[in-house]
């Protein structure tokens, strides 16, 4: 099993940064990639930005070059950084883990961006 917890929302004005963490503990050692997506009230989630074991990265077009996503394998977390916030980056934000056998979601973590 792995439980994944999500830290680092909130509101913040347009044009600001957030820095989000996801810690991973439980079976890490099966992890192979992690990801963030995001949720709007009645939107669907959609991928924001996913990361491999190997490292490589992968992100959606709306957030090109504002947002960057990082590890640190020593403490198990994963990062999303997020600058130049627009009104439309509201949502709740969503850390996953995807394992050989399951993907794993954490509770997730409202960022409010107000204009």
């Known amino acids: 099993q792995v439980q994944l917890v999500e830290s680092g929302g909130g509101l913040v004005q347009a044009g600001g940064s957030l820095r989000l963490s996801c810690a991973a503990s439980?079976?890490?050692?099966?992890?192979?990639?992690m990801g963030w997506y995001r949720q709007a009230p009645g939107k669907q989630r959609e991928l924001v930005a996913t990361?491999?074991?190997?490292?490589?990265?992968n992100y959606a077009d709306s957030v090109k070059g504002r947002f960057t996503i990082s590890r640190d394998n020593a403490k198990n977390t994963v990062y999303l950084q997020m600058n130049s916030l627009k009104p439309e980056d509201t949502a709740v934000y969503y850390c996953n883990a995807f394992t050989l056998g399951y993907n794993y979601w954490g509770q997730g973590t409202q960022v409010t961006v107000s204009s």
């Open positions: 990361i491999t074991s190997g490292g490589s990265t």
């Open positions: 439980g079976s890490i050692f099966s992890i192979n990639a």
